[in-house]
């Protein structure tokens, strides 16, 4: 039987993923007009939406119900 492998997250999901959105969107920068650059720039939306439902989730407003 294999054995996994684990490791502790550095950073928290949110962080990470606003990590990659900022470097998604430098990258898009850098490109001219297209196809190219306009899924990089929807890859970073949907990284920072991402990140918005994960603190939505995590918060201490929302209860199961009873």
């Known amino acids: ?37 306009e899924d990089l720039l929807r890859k970073a939306r949907q990284c920072e939406t991402g990140a918005h439902v994960s603190e939505w989730l995590r918060s201490p407003g929302l209860r199961p119900p009873r």
């Open 1 to 37: 039987m294999l054995k996994r492998h684990r490791f502790k997250q550095s950073a928290t999901l949110e962080e990470r993923l606003d990590m990659e959105a900022i470097r998604l969107r430098e990258e898009a920068k850098a490109l001219p007009q297209g196809v190219k650059r």
